[in-house]
Nanobody, 124 residues
Framework: VQLQASGGGLVQTGGSLRLSCAVSGRTFSADAMSWFRQAPGKERQFVAGIMWSGGDSTVYGESVKGRFAVSKDNTESTVYLRMNNLKPEDTAVYYC?????????????????WGRGTLVTVSS
């Protein structure tokens, strides 16, 4: 199974981007698909998660609530992250990841699959 994140780039403060994470490979089974980010010198941070099977529940990190929206297309095996009103502090490498156990969606430990990441840079 491979997760391929794309859609990053350079954007001005207040701008928008949409990230995509495509899943490929053998039959894929997961409870949650999530986005994490890591800025230089900082720990990896949970951004948003969406239930992959059994529902459409979503959860967000506090710093992105109201600005970011996670969605999915199960038929295309793709998860999206729409990012609006971007701020310089959103600058980071964004990773998509998949795991079982929806209750632990916010915790990076336990994710079995990770994409390589896509860089988002927000200029002030």
């Amino acid at each position: 199974v491979q997760l391929q994140a794309s859609g990053g780039g350079l954007v001005q403060t207040g701008g928008s981007l949409r990230l995509s994470c495509a899943v490929s490979g053998r039959t894929f089974s997961a409870d949650a698909m999530s986005w994490f980010r890591q800025a230089p010198g900082k720990e990896r941070q949970f951004v948003a998660g969406i239930m992959w099977s059994g529902g459409d529940s979503t959860v967000y990190g506090e710093s992105v609530k109201g600005r970011f929206a996670v969605s999915k297309d199960n038929t295309e095996s793709t998860v999206y992250l729409r990012m609006n009103n971007l701020k310089p502090e959103d600058t980071a490498v964004y990773y998509c990841a998949a795991r079982t156990n929806w209750r632990l969606v916010r915790f990076s430990t336990g994710y079995g699959y990770w994409g390589r990441g896509t860089l988002v840079t927000v200029s002030s």
